[in-house]
């Protein structure tokens, strides 16, 4: 069985201050983890911190503005390689992907772009360059599945259909529930890659991963499910179990998992 885990962490040197990274030291058995938002460079973070129980990391840092974007990977298990950021330059230097290639399959940890502020009504600075990631990288997976297939993990910043947050109607002209950002998951899940939530899970209902902090919504549970784990269809029959953690605090968003009944 190999698990995996994933958690936006909003700030990992916040984090690493606060009872809640017990959730990573104490709790987390998982074989791999990807965190996002780590708003940090490896310079401002100690060597212990870079390594915690010892374990080798992957981190991508923005290189365009500090306190941004960033992610990084723990894990005892050897990669075959390390890539780090998309190979296209027009998403290069944010500091938003990982991705290790296994044995068995590609993996991705991603924090992918949000839309930005709004410029009108339903209309965001940033989806055009998030939506342009998010085309860079579905080409790219696709071109590596012919090789073998992925995982991709993370911060999709998008809701999928309207089970995924509570409160669908209010937000169709908010980004992360526009209708282009809903169209490029159903491209995903059309193209063979299964939202492990949803294949364990089905229709349940108020399961979410991010609650906004300026309206205390995580006490009333009105949140929003856009942390996925997504296998590519060759994966799907090796899904054991998949997970939403809501009983952990520390950020703005809950860690999510996925065990697949695979060793490497």
């Not at 100690?46 to 960033?70: I, L, T």
Request: charged letters at 25%.
């Amino acid at each position: 069985m190999i698990r995996f885990q994933s958690w936006n962490v909003n700030g990992f040197r916040a984090v690493r201050k606060k009872p809640d990274w017990d959730w990573f030291t104490n709790d987390s058995s998982a074989h791999i983890v990807g965190i996002q938002e780590t708003k940090a460079h490896l310079s401002q973070i100690d060597e212990e911190d870079q390594h915690p129980k010892g374990r080798p990391s992957y981190w991508a840092s923005s290189e365009v503005k500090k306190g941004y974007s960033g992610v990084a990977v723990f894990t005892d298990l050897k990669p075959l390689s390390i890539e780090y950021e998309l190979p296209v330059e027009a998403f290069q230097g944010e500091g938003r992907i990982v991705h290790l290639e296994f044995e068995k399959f590609h993996y991705f940890n991603g924090y992918f772009p949000n839309g930005g502020e709004e410029l009108s009504k339903g209309v965001f600075k940033r989806v055009p360059y998030k939506m342009g990631f998010f085309d860079a990288f579905f080409n790219y997976a696709q071109e590596l599945r012919k090789q073998k297939p992925i995982v991709v993990c993370g911060d999709f910043n998008i809701a999928h259909k309207a089970i995924d947050l509570a409160r669908p109607k209010d937000n169709i002209h908010n980004t992360g529930y526009l209708q282009e950002e809903r169209d490029f998951l159903d491209k995903m899940t059309q193209a063979g890659y299964v939202d492990t939530f949803r294949h364990v899970h089905g229709e349940k209902e108020n399961a979410y991963t991010w609650w906004s902090y300026k309206t205390k919504a995580r006490e009333r549970n009105v949140g929003w499910r856009i942390d996925y784990f997504f296998v590519s269809d060759e994966l799907k029959p090796f899904i054991a179990d998949a997970w939403i953690e809501a009983d952990v605090y520390g950020s703005d968003h809950c860690p999510v998992g996925l065990a697949l009944n695979m060793d490497l």
